[in-house]
Structures are given as structure tokens and as C-alpha cells.
């Protein structure tokens, strides 16, 4: 599984962005989607994630900011971000789950850099 993440860019606090990340290769079985994001010195930290079935979780502080969804005709996830602040600045990685026989395997895209300036 190859995960091509982007639209990242610089955006002005109140601002707006849409990350994509697009799926690609053996995408069978592949469970839930999700965004991560690391700032500088930071630990990398979960963002939101959707599973299969639609259902989303949000981490509390982008609860009623961003909006996750997939688009599995196309293969895609996209990661909705409105009101922007300083410190959503980070490095935002797609991450897929897929079930496999016996196991479970993690990918990773990779990254797409989010500013946003005061």
C-alpha cells in the first residue's frame, strides 16, 4: 500500500486547508484511515481517524475544527480544516490499517507540511 498525502501549504490563522492522502496498491482490507501530525520537537499525535464503516474520532483539539472523511470509490482521504491556528503547525501524515490473515499492518504517507501564521 502506497499513501500519497497532500495540500498542505501556508494559511493565515482563521484559514482553511484540505489534505488529501491517496491510496494506492494492495488497498484490500485496509480498515481505518487516519491523520497524524507531529510539530517540531512534538511527539507525533493522532489528529482523526475514520474507520471502514464511516465511524470518525477526533482528537479534542480539532473537535468541531476538522472533519475527516473517505471517498472509497476513489480511494482517498480527506482531512477538512477550518479555523486554523498557530498551533495546528505541524507535519501531517496519512496512516492506513490493514487487516491481514493472521496480523495487522500499518502504513504511512509521506507527510505534507501545515503553517499557519498569526
Known amino acids: 500500500v502506497q499513501l500519497q498525502a497532500s495540500g498542505g501549504g501556508l494559511v493565515q490563522a482563521g484559514g482553511s486547508l484540505r489534505l488529501s492522502c491517496a491510496a494506492s496498491?494492495?488497498?484490500?482490507?485496509?480498515?481505518?484511515m487516519t491523520w497524524y501530525r507531529q510539530a517540531p520537537e512534538k511527539q507525533r499525535e493522532l489528529v482523526a481517524d475514520?474507520?471502514?464503516?464511516?465511524?470518525?474520532n477526533y482528537a479534542d483539539p480539532v473537535k468541531g475544527r476538522f472533519t475527516i472523511s473517505r471517498d472509497d470509490a476513489k480511494n482517498m482521504v480527506y482531512l477538512q480544516m477550518n479555523s486554523l491556528k498557530p498551533e495546528d503547525t505541524a507535519v501531517y501524515y496519512c496512516?492506513?490499517?490493514?487487516?491481514?490473515?493472521?496480523?495487522?499492518?500499518?502504513?504511512w504517507g509521506q507527510g505534507t507540511q501545515v503553517t499557519v501564521s498569526s
Open positions: 496512516n492506513a490499517e490493514q487487516k491481514r490473515a493472521t496480523s495487522v499492518v500499518y502504513y
Open positions: 496498491g494492495s488497498i484490500r482490507s485496509i480498515n481505518a
Open positions: 475514520i474507520t471502514s464503516g464511516g465511524s470518525t
